[in-house]
């Protein structure tokens, strides 16, 4: 069993979302103590994003790409193969400015690889098969019936943006995280300390050695 593990916070220690992939990565390993483990930080070491000289090589034959398009191409088989290899994705996705990470964005961008993330004669996807969990963190509360209900565009657009891959994201998400350092949050502390309590029980039961073994 191979686990990819995906981080893209830029805030370091101080992030939740590196804290919930941290402790799911733990449980994902008690459950299996033979598996390995790929980890990719976003954050620390972000992905170039797709521009005018590398970016056309998923448009381009492959045996007339230029330098900067085959160094892309490269790239984006390398991202393409870490997921392949993995039975189980793992991603932290904080809310950045109410939308993914950029680094994210270009990872998904990367994935959307012609022949070998989907089919490009049939449009299926050949990623999928794979356990995707998604583990997110929100400073602020989106939910209905909430004042900014709406306005998380991260956690919609995911799957969409992922769909011709084939992956299929399970979310598991924290709000309120910054009610206990924002002094005008200070009342949504209970609130924040559900949610997160609620979140890492959810991770706690993602993967147990029993389950593991069936």
């Given at each position: ?11 370091g220690d ?69 997921v ?10 904080p ?15 990367h ?12 449009s ?15 400073g602020?509360?989106?939910g ?10 991260a956690?919609?657009w ?22 206990p350092?924002?002094p ?31």
């Amino acid at each position: 069993m191979h686990l990819l593990h995906i981080d893209s916070s830029i805030r370091g220690d101080w992030s939740v979302s590196r804290r919930l992939t941290a402790r799911a990565a733990a449980v994902w390993q008690a459950a299996h103590p033979d598996g390995t483990v790929t980890y990719r930080d976003l954050g620390a070491e972000p992905l170039p994003h797709l521009d005018s000289a590398g970016g056309l090589a998923r448009m381009t034959p492959t045996d007339q790409h230029t330098p900067a398009q085959r160094e892309s191409w490269e790239l984006s088989e390398r991202l393409v193969h870490e997921v392949l290899r993995a039975d189980v994705v793992l991603l932290g996705l904080p809310l950045y400015n109410y939308g993914v990470p950029s680094s994210v964005k270009a990872w998904v961008d990367h994935l959307i690889l012609p022949g070998l993330a989907y089919d490009p004669e049939t449009s299926t996807g050949l990623l999928g098969g794979r356990e995707f969990v998604v583990l997110g963190s929100r400073g602020g509360g989106y939910g209905e019936g909430t004042p900014r209900n709406g306005w998380d565009h991260a956690e919609p657009w995911l799957p969409h943006g992922l769909s011709p891959t084939g992956l299929e994201p399970r979310f598991i998400s924290a709000e309120l995280t910054l009610a206990p350092v924002v002094p005008a949050m200070a009342e949504l502390i209970p609130l924040q300390e559900a949610s997160l309590a609620a979140t890492e029980k959810e991770i706690d039961n993602l993967w147990t050695p029993a389950s593991a073994q069936r």
